[in-house]
């Protein structure tokens, strides 16, 4: 007689082939997956390379308008501060133009600094070789 225990150990050829295949083919399934996994990416990435070739002119003309937007903005503040007030209309008026007028230039000079560089004043229309030696 055979005891129960005996016959659960007992292999089942026919069963262990079918797992066997069944595993096989599970196995086979796997390696196409993946094969064909790397053949997507492999497209997606190629297609994103052709992707960036086409958006970099893009890419660089938006750097470029920003740059120039910026600068742009960067003048119009600037207008808008020198814009004239009520302090600058008020400093125009004929009577206290005199003082500080907003349109006056305000430079200023070194009268001593041509003693400095050894320079002379001379008329611009007589030329240079009716000066003295060492003033040219």
């Known amino acids: 007689m055979i005891s129960k225990s005996n016959t659960a150990n007992r292999p089942n050829p026919p069963l262990a082939k079918r797992y066997k295949q069944e595993i096989i083919k599970l196995e086979e399934d796997v390696v196409d997956a993946k094969n064909k996994a790397d053949g997507l990416l492999w497209d997606v990435k190629t297609k994103q390379a052709k992707k960036d070739n086409l958006e970099l002119p893009l890419t660089k003309a938006i750097g470029e308008m920003k740059k120039l937007l910026d600068d742009f903005d960067r003048q119009v503040t600037l207008a808008l501060k020198k814009q004239w007030g009520a302090g600058d209309w008020f400093r125009s ?32 229309f007589r030329p240079l070789h009716h000066l003295p030696p060492g003033h040219r």
């Open 93 to 124: 008026l004929p009577v206290i133009d005199g003082f500080a007028a907003p349109t006056k230039i305000k430079q200023y000079t070194i009268n001593d600094i041509h003693h400095r560089l050894q320079l002379q004043r001379r008329d611009p």
